[in-house]
């Protein structure tokens, strides 16, 4: 369908994006073709820069899917680019303080919620808009999730979401783990990582905000949409073709 993810997300709708590490055009575009309504890129601890992010974005948009982004810590200017270029969505690691979810929210945004720099001719042809409609339009439909994923996230998660021009918040279930355990252990899936999750969910409805996070497996899915999420990853390249590898090659282990 035609809609917007803004849309989808506000109505309530959930939505599963795919996410990907490896850069090759055809990866994010199998994820579409594959029935994903998202993908996500990952600027940040994937393979991606902005060139490759560039053609994979017109691959999903091809193959009828939304294209979110995320980008490397701090990397405004790159948020910019990217969605005069096609992303719908862009996720912001490590959003700690109000001040960086100001910074990186409001180059998002044209004014008056925000700073971002004029020139989407990209954008505007992909969502199939004029340039005066895409300028109407634009910060109603193109997103800004900050990821909530330290303790110092936690503490300022009231000013967090006091940010206008920010839409969401987006958790990160490792590097919270991380932060909840200082440092002892990584437990994306634990109980205690889930509850943290679901309390950040239900703050940022309180506060108009949509929610989103990474799921790890369809539980994890199941247990985010119950407590509100809306937008959940489920399903990593790296992870697929990791998982495959190993039991492609046990099926042959006779040899
Ligand atoms: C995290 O879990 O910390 C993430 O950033 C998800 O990729
Ligand atoms: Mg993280």
Redesign the pocket.
Known sequence: DNAFLADKLRSGKAVITG?SQLSAPMVPELFARSGYQAVTL?L??GMYDFASACEAMAAIALAGAHRIA?IPVGDNALAGRLIDMGADCIIA?MINSLRDAETFARAVKYPPIGDRSWSPFRAAMLSGQTRDQYLENANAQTLAFA?I?TQDAIDALDEILSVDSLDGVF??????S?ALSKGASLD?NGAHTGEVAGEIAEKALAAGKLAGI?CLNADKVEEAYNQGFRLM?HGVDTLFLDHSARAALKEVAWL
């Not at 958790?171 to 919270?176: A, E, H, I, Y």
């Open positions: 996410w990952d940040q601890h995320r690691p990821m994923e958790v990160g279930p490792s590097d919270l991380l994306p990474f990853s």
